[in-house]
Nanobody, 122 residues
Framework: QEQLVESGGGSVQSGGSLRLSCAAS?????MDWFRQAPGKEREGVAY???????RYADTVKGRFTISKDNAKNILYLQMNILKPEDTAMYYC???????????????????WGQGPQVRASP
């Protein structure tokens, strides 16, 4: 059974760093990190394929890094220079099919992590 189990998250001051992890029970061809702030829609943050192709939302480029340990099936999101606007629930996601052109569309993903909270205070 496909499962995604997240860990990490927490609270930091603005400018701080956090790392999220997502352990997958099976190998997926592509995985994504999404986030959802209160009252806002879920948005794609970063994407990685099994070939190492990555994509980032403009709001996190240069600050966040997505990576994957293929041997362990663990997805990571290193978040640096966190800002208050990064505060949200963060979800890892995986799907049966990959579409790098629409990587930020939540509808593409079938499996979701539980969503740890990330909070960056001013």
């Amino acid at each position: 059974q496909e499962q995604l189990v997240e860990s990490g998250g927490g609270s930091v001051q603005s400018g701080g760093s956090l790392r999220l992890s997502c352990a997958a029970s099976v190998t997926f061809r592509c995985m994504d990190w999404f986030r959802q702030a209160p009252g806002k829609e879920r948005e794609g943050v970063a994407y990685i394929s099994s070939f190492g192709i990555t994509r980032y939302a403009d709001t996190v480029k240069g600050r966040f890094t997505i990576s994957k340990d293929n041997a362990k099936n663990i997805l990571y999101l290193q978040m640096n220079i966190l800002k208050p606007e990064d505060t949200a629930m963060y979800y890892c996601a995986a799907g049966r099919f990959c579409d790098v052109g629409h990587w930020g569309s939540a509808a593409l993903y079938n499996y979701w992590g539980q969503g740890p909270q990330v909070r960056a205070s001013p």
